[in-house]
């Protein structure tokens, strides 16, 4: 998920006219500098608070850090904000483990309740676990992973023929929460932002 923070080509126009007019056109990019660096600045603030507060994603898998963020300089009139990472497993949202009859539960969006994790397939029920699996890799090195699994309908597992496969039950990555809290939390206010804040600069500039 990648934010650009920069002016548009009219806004940049009518402003450097405003400051040639004064006969301050040398401050203009200074001036635009200052703007976008303080609205990246907000936005990232705003972006990692707002996407902790409408997704149940634990701290330890999306802090501040993971908000990557590029200042804009005075030749490169441009700020963006980043943020990567693969698919979560649903134990890295709010979860809770399996009992001796209900399976596992996930709660991804805080608005939405604490739901059970089953499939039905050919009338069979397939509840999802927590659970550690262990890895080896190509060396021989031995991992641990916990996480939230679920038997596969109809697959079966290359070793052991006789049960079915399991799999890790994913979610949305990090990016994918915080670009949808974007699009629908802070996209409309960060354009005003910047225009509200470039007028703050320019007018210290002529001293309006």
Do not use: C, W
């Amino acid at each position: 998920m990648r934010i650009t923070v920069t002016p548009t080509q009219a806004t940049f126009l009518a402003l450097q006219k405003r400051l040639d007019d004064f006969g301050n056109g040398d401050f203009m990019k200074d001036a635009m500098r200052k703007a976008i660096n303080e609205v990246a600045d907000d936005t990232k603030n705003r972006l990692h608070s707002e996407t902790r507060a409408r997704y149940t994603i634990k701290a330890s898998n999306f802090k501040k850090s993971d908000i990557k963020k590029k200042s804009a300089t005075k030749n490169h009139l441009e700020a963006t904000l980043k943020v990567v990472g693969p698919s979560l497993g649903v134990d890295k949202y709010k979860a809770q483990k399996n009992g001796k009859r209900k399976g596992a539960k996930s709660q991804v969006l805080k608005s939405n309740a604490m739901k059970e994790l089953e499939i039905i397939a050919n009338g069979k029920s397939y509840k999802a676990f927590m659970a550690t699996m262990k890895n080896e890799s190509k060396d021989g090195e031995i991992s641990e992973h916990e996480g939230i699994f679920q038997r596969v309908p109809g697959a079966r597992m290359k070793h052991n023929p006789q049960k079915e496969k399991i799999k890790e039950i994913m979610t949305l990555s990090s990016a994918h929460a915080a670009g949808v809290t974007y699009t629908q939390e802070i996209s409309t206010d960060t354009e005003y932002d910047l225009n509200y804040n470039l007028l703050k600069h320019i007018n210290a500039v002529i001293g309006a």
